[in-house]
């Protein structure tokens, strides 16, 4: 190549790798291969109700695989994420998941839950095992109740054929004693039934990677869709990385070092910072993300469009 070549082609392509695989992310969801999925809480208040639905009407165009709606700590918001996805269902053309956990309920009633969705049309459930309740430090079983996320994976096979996504751990959960048991343990929900996993969020993007890698070696081949949470409240997601075991590197803190009151500068950084890492697990041919929305759209919206996907008004599928 010329020099007067080389020239030519760093203004057509100006900047960084970022740029050129941000251009490789666009041509290949042009190419359709991507999917993005979005997760939402139910909401407490009329006022948490409106903001929510502002949300899913402004991510619906992206028309992504599917919505999610979290279950409370200890069933704790059994009606409201019921309620949440059965309005999903009936007003918009999105595919809800239900997200279930193990806790604080025997067998029968979580077998009524699960019917009472088939019942209702959905057919993707999040099972999960769920965390130890307020005021219990490490987690018990309930009596009488699933005990691990596979054994509701399976409970939840038995009532119908339903998708069933479950959760993974690139950092290791906090109670596996080595990263081979969450393996072994995400082999146990895939035999099960489950056939897709969601990651939990991590800020350190080659360890996603890494685990991807051990996870294929294993045989795994399901898709294992990363968890994308835009971080704008540092300290808050600080709190919940040391809960759920994901690291949050020095590079990563340092970004939002002496911001505490600066909350636009902050939403910035965290637009750039979930970008990059999309990008770059995009460029690693990663085709499947799933974003912790906090039912919020604006970053959501922006990673999106960013990978490549536009928010197509012709083919709004909210009703
Ligand atoms: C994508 C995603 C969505 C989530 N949504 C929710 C939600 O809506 N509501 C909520 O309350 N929580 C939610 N969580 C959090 C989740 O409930 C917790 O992380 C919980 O601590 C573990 O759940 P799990 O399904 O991964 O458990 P499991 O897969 O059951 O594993 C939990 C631990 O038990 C160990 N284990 C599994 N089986 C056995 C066995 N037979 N004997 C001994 N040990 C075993 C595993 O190695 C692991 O350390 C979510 C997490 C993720 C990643």
Same mark, same amino acid.
């Given at each position: 190549?010329?020099?007067?070549?080389?020239? !030519?082609?760093?203004?057509?392509?100006?900047?960084?790798?970022?740029?050129?695989?941000a251009?490789?992310?666009?041509?290949?969801?042009?190419?359709?291969d991507m999917?993005?999925?979005?997760?939402?809480?139910?909401?407490?208040?009329p006022?948490?109700?409106?903001?929510l639905?502002?949300?899913?009407?402004?991510?619906?165009?992206?028309?992504?695989?599917?919505?999610?709606?979290?279950?409370?700590?200890?069933?704790?918001?059994?009606?409201?994420?019921?309620?949440?996805?059965?309005?999903?269902?009936?007003?918009?053309?999105?595919?809800?998941?239900?997200?279930?956990?193990?806790?604080?309920?025997?067998?029968?009633?979580?077998?009524?839950?699960?019917?009472?969705?088939?019942?209702?049309?959905? %057919?993707?459930?999040?099972?999960?095992?769920?965390?130890?309740?307020?005021?219990?430090?490490?987690?018990?079983?309930?009596?009488?109740?699933?005990?691990?996320?596979?054994?509701?994976v399976? =409970?939840i096979?038995?009532?119908?054929?339903?998708?069933?996504?479950?959760?993974?751990?690139?950092e290791?959960?906090? +109670?596996?004693?080595?990263?081979?048991?969450?393996?072994?343990?995400? !082999?146990?929900?895939?035999?099960?039934?489950?056939?897709?996993a969601?990651?939990?969020?991590?800020? +350190?993007? +080659?360890?996603?990677?890494?685990?991807?890698? %051990?996870? %294929?070696?294993? =045989?795994?081949?399901?898709?294992?869709?990363?968890?994308?949470?835009?971080?704008?409240?540092?300290?808050?997601?600080?709190?919940?990385?040391?809960?759920?075991g994901?690291?949050?590197?020095?590079?990563f803190?340092?970004?939002? +070092?002496?911001?505490?009151?600066?909350t636009?500068?902050?939403?910035?950084?965290?637009?750039?910072?979930?970008?990059?890492?999309?990008?770059?697990?995009?460029?690693?041919?990663v085709?499947?993300?799933?974003?912790y929305?906090?039912? %919020?759209?604006d970053?959501?919206?922006?990673?999106?469009?960013?990978?490549?996907?536009?928010?197509?008004?012709?083919?709004?599928?909210?009703?």
């Open positions: 190549m010329s020099l007067q070549q080389t020239e !030519k082609s760093e203004r057509e392509e100006p900047g960084s790798a970022w740029i050129l695989s251009k490789d992310a666009l041509d290949s969801a042009r190419a359709g999917t993005v999925s979005f997760e939402f809480f139910p909401p407490k208040t006022q948490m109700e409106e903001t639905w502002r949300s899913i009407t402004r991510l619906a165009p992206f028309q992504p695989e599917f919505v999610s709606v979290t279950y409370g700590a200890g069933g704790s918001t059994r009606q409201r994420t019921h309620d949440t996805v059965k309005r999903i269902l009936d007003e918009t053309a999105l595919t809800p998941a239900a997200h279930l956990t193990c806790v604080g309920a025997d067998r029968g009633e979580v077998d009524e839950v699960i019917r009472e969705y088939w019942q209702a049309g959905v %057919r993707h459930i999040v099972a999960l095992r769920g965390d130890p309740p307020e005021g219990q430090s490490s987690y018990t079983p309930y009596p009488g109740g699933y005990a691990y996320a596979s054994d509701l399976a =409970g096979r038995a009532v119908g054929d339903f998708e069933i996504s479950v959760a993974a751990y690139p290791g959960h906090v +109670d596996a004693p080595d990263a081979q048991a969450e393996i072994d343990n995400l !082999k146990r929900k895939i035999d099960a039934g489950a056939t897709r969601i990651t939990q969020f991590f800020f +350190d993007t +080659d360890c996603f990677l890494r685990y991807l890698d %051990r996870i %294929r070696d294993a =045989g795994i081949t399901i898709p294992v869709v990363p968890g994308i949470m835009p971080v704008t409240n540092f300290a808050g997601a600080s709190r919940m990385a040391k809960m759920n994901a690291s949050v590197p020095e590079w803190a340092n970004l939002f +070092d002496g911001l505490e009151q600066e636009e500068t902050r939403k910035l950084i965290a637009a750039i910072a979930a970008a990059e890492q999309c990008v770059r697990l995009r460029a690693h041919g085709h499947d993300f799933h974003f929305t906090l039912n %919020r759209a970053l959501t919206y922006a990673l999106c469009h960013i990978l490549g996907l536009r928010a197509n008004a012709e083919k709004e599928p909210v009703k």
